[in-house]
């Protein structure tokens, strides 16, 4: 297990985007986490991001080339707050953003790789928090579309 997913786990989401692109954490190299975030902060279009410890592009050139022949690719960039880490957004299949939309609205933005880090170092030694009603809810619903496609 990386320190990341030590410190972080992983969102809630992760196995649902797996299943919606198609895909596997081995799929990435260096796979730490998948969430659904906004396209933009100004707009209701959901997207994918995968993280990866790929950030160091020269080491992984040939792996970072691949993910981005990936269906769905759209962009991706080195995380500001720790550039070790690679952040792929990838588009949400037409038939499931609705009820990411959902599930985002219920769930609010999800926080950076700063602010969960921030955060982990302010709860050391409290626990891990479960996880919210509202977030379980809303993953239902995606799992549920999944079963009907």
Do not use: C
């Amino acid at each position: 297990m990386s320190l990341y997913n030590a410190i972080h786990g992983f969102d809630p989401a992760a196995p649902v985007i797996m299943n919606i692109l198609g895909v596997t954490p081995e799929d990435f190299p260096r796979f730490r986490d998948a969430y659904f975030d906004w396209h933009s902060e100004t707009d209701n279009i959901p997207k994918i991001i995968i993280l990866t410890r790929t950030g160091n592009r020269a080491d992984y050139s040939d792996a970072n080339e691949a993910i981005t022949q990936l269906s769905g690719y759209m962009s991706d960039e080195n995380d500001e707050f720790d550039s070790t880490f690679a952040l792929w957004s990838f588009s949400v299949p037409q038939e499931y953003r609705e009820r990411v939309v959902s599930y985002l609205k219920a769930t609010g933005k999800p926080l950076s790789l700063r602010e969960k880090t921030m955060r982990a170092v302010d709860m050391i030694g409290k626990g891990i928090e479960p996880i919210p009603e509202s977030i379980s809810n809303a993953l239902q619903e995606i799992f549920k579309a999944i079963g009907e496609s």
